[in-house]
């Protein structure tokens, strides 16, 4: 596989050392060189660019808005991903929350950038192996119905594959989630995505959301009341919303 790449920054020295580094990388196929995000704009949507360097400091245009436009840009079948190159550690929050696929700090050598790239290469093969072939329609599916038993879900800068018999019960907090998972259950996996995009995603029949900041898996339930869910040594309240078809649930229990 090989990546096409463009470079963006406003510092002569910088962006040649961006553009050395690509060249020098095998599975890194530089497109372009630009001095400012303005200029990059038209190049990176006129184009399949895999990624782009971006740096965030910049005139007219910073890095993080033209990330915000090229992230409403990528709703067709080519996703571009970014990979900041700043000398500004606290952009680094404002970067992943952006979606940006790595962030690296200024000055870094070719070492932690091949590191970065080697995180785009693995994403992109994930891709490969998730979507479906476009030359055949989707089978048609009933609601609830399980295509899969596994979710893919953004930890940090990589797609991480959870199995929905690992999964014991998910917190939401605001604009992210916690997933509470057997294998490793004093370890929670933290992504940046709603509770509600999550609900969307897993079946039905095997989840359901008892609080506005929980969904619990009903295999893994121990025990129950009329208000809680226990889960392992997790005791999680279930809400007044959702009691209506709790109960439905605890009847079974009876």
Excluded at 18 to 41: D, H, M, N, W
Excluded at 49 to 61: H, S, T, V
Excluded at 169 to 174: C, R, V
């Amino acid at each position: 596989m090989k990546l096409t790449c463009i470079a963006v920054d406003d510092e002569p020295l910088a962006l040649g050392l961006v553009c050395a580094f690509i060249e020098k990388t095998p599975f890194l196929q530089l497109a372009g060189r630009y001095s400012s995000a303005v200029e990059a704009l038209q190049g990176s949507l006129s184009g399949s660019i895999d990624i782009i360097f971006l740096d965030i400091q910049m005139p007219d245009l910073t890095g993080l808005e033209l990330a915000r436009v090229l992230e409403r840009s990528n709703r067709g079948a080519h996703t571009t991903r970014i990979i900041f190159t700043t000398a500004f550690d606290q952009f680094a929050l404002d970067g992943f929350r952006v979606d940006a696929l790595d962030y690296l700090l200024k000055p870094f050598n070719y070492e932690e950038f091949l590191r970065a790239a080697g995180k785009a290469r693995h994403y992109f093969e994930l891709v490969q192996r998730v979507e479906p072939p476009t030359i055949a329609p989707p089978a048609l599916t009933a609601p609830g119905d399980v295509v899969d038993d596994y979710l893919f879900l953004k930890v940090e800068y990589q797609l991480v594959r959870i199995a929905y018999t690992d999964i014991l019960y998910i917190e939401g907090l605001k604009d992210y989630v916690k997933v509470y998972r057997r294998s490793e259950p004093d370890k929670a996996l933290l992504s940046l995505t709603s509770l509600k995009a999550l609900e969307e995603k897993l079946p039905a029949s095997q989840f359901m959301r008892v609080h506005r900041s929980f969904i619990v898996a009903l295999k893994n339930i121990s025990a129950v009341t009329r208000n809680s869910v226990q889960i392992g040594s997790a005791v999680i309240p279930v809400s007044d919303q959702y009691k209506d078809v709790f109960s439905q649930f605890i009847s079974r229990w009876q």
